[in-house]
């Protein structure tokens, strides 16, 4: 949930104010904003990890002060003023404010709550607004939780993985079994009231019954939301490299699919309804609304080094380094590094490529004919629900969720 990817896409330059086009504010009121604030640090690099974060020693020298933890919060909170100015009068209350990584919480509480606050000043926050940040289980304590809370967030997404040591030791994860757990209950202690377990299923060593001991672990520690995503070996970590010397065996997707129909049945039958192929929430109002601001297409600001933003159709996104972000801002300019345009084709692919993914899934009067004849044979192989089918709707049916990718690639057509 959350992490910026790191390579950026083509796109025409952004103006140096960082001007978007009059287009993109029509309509702006019948779509929900939201903010999404990225801290790009970490203590250590997992080895499966490909987003755009960097530790301590990967900056020295390469951005100085502009690049230090100690300045970031301020930079932000010029970023956020940089957004009030581009969306003017804008009169949107902020819906959802979410702060990933890297690792928020290797900052100071204090500095995501002045992040948070920057957003308060600048645009107003819902009355229901959903606030969330990321969080590693070894950079929190109690006092940290409760000035988190205090300060006006009200969900936190813990970064589990796993409840095994040897799975761990595989992903390069720093934190001792046990600990993310310990973590929901002093979240729940602090008043936070929605929280959040992310899960990795398939990393190389693993078992059927590591992954169970898993899923119950966390299903154990109460929380109200579980993400469980297949591990993805991404080219250029450290793991890719692992595989590739024949340290470690390459999971294959058999496996995946196996361990995905343990987790629906695990979480399922522990009271957790899936809302999203990768996403479990024990009602609707422990969903990740932020998430589904992206899922559906809304708007979004994505403020920090490499976030991208969505505002009316227009995609943008900022400079990757750290000491690149902070010169751009200390010069008045945006840190925009590039953006694109969507066409009405674009955006109605988008639909369907993400859609396609909720339990609700998506219209298919937005298909095009070669996407509705490859609807009708999706029905017939039993991978869309016929009850769904027949109101109008595409809607994955579990065999479905397992190849969501294929289905997708089809109705795009």
């Not at 607004?129 to 409760?146: I, Q």
């Not at 490299?241 to 129909?261: F, K, N, Q, S």
């Not at 840190?335 to 009405?344: H, I, N, Y």
Request: hydrophobic letters at 40%; proline letters at 5%.
């Amino acid at each position: 949930m959350g992490g910026m990817p790191s390579v950026l896409p083509d796109g025409e330059p952004m103006p140096e104010d960082g001007a978007l086009p009059a287009s993109a504010l029509e309509g702006a009121a019948s779509r929900p904003l939201g903010f999404y604030l990225h801290v790009p640090y970490c203590a250590t690099r997992c080895g499966y990890c490909d987003f755009n974060t960097y530790t301590a020693s990967e900056l020295r020298g390469s951005g100085g002060v502009l690049a230090s933890r100690d300045n970031y919060a301020g930079q932000v909170v010029e970023e956020i003023r940089l957004a009030r100015k581009t969306l003017g009068d804008d009169p949107r209350p902020v819906r959802t404010v979410f702060v990933g990584g890297g690792t928020p919480t290797l900052l100071a509480a204090g500095d995501l709550v002045r992040m948070l606050d920057a957003v308060r000043d600048e645009f107003g926050l819902a009355d229901d607004a959903e606030v969330t940040t990321e969080a590693n289980p070894e950079s929190v304590n109690p006092a940290y939780l409760e000035e988190l809370r205090a300060g006006g967030f009200n969900r936190i997404s813990f970064g589990m993985q796993s409840a095994k040591q040897h799975v761990l030791k595989i992903l390069d994860r720093t934190h001792t079994p046990g600990r993310p757990e310990a973590c929901v209950a002093e979240a729940r202690a602090a008043g936070f009231e929605h929280v959040n377990l992310d899960l990795i299923y398939g990393t190389p060593g693993e078992s059927d019954e590591d992954w169970r001991a898993s899923l119950d672990a966390a299903i154990g520690a109460d929380p109200d939301h579980v993400s469980a995503y297949a591990l993805i070996v991404e080219e250029g970590t450290q793991l890719a490299r692992r595989i590739r010397r024949g340290e470690v065996p390459m999971t294959d997707d058999d496996v995946h699919a196996d361990r995905y129909l343990i987790a629906e049945d695990v979480l399922s039958g522990a009271g957790f309804d899936w809302y999203e192929v990768s996403n479990w929430a024990t009602s609707e109002a422990g969903r990740c609304l932020h998430n589904e601001l992206y899922w559906r297409g809304a708007d979004w600001w994505g403020a920090g080094p490499g976030a991208h933003s969505h505002v009316g159709g227009v995609r943008w996104w900022n400079v990757k380094h750290p000491g690149a972000y902070a010169a751009a801002l200390a010069s008045g300019k945006s840190p925009g590094a590039g953006r694109e345009v969507l066409t009405d084709e674009d955006r109605r692919v988008e639909r369907v490529l993400l859609e396609l993914r909720l339990r609700e899934g998506v219209e298919l009067g937005i298909l095009r004919p070669g996407g509705l004849e490859a609807a009708r044979r999706a029905l017939a192989d039993g991978l869309l629900d016929p009850e769904a089918y027949a109101t109008g709707r595409a809607v994955l049916t579990l065999r479905g969720r397992l190849l969501a990718d294929a289905v997708v690639r089809d109705l795009v057509d």
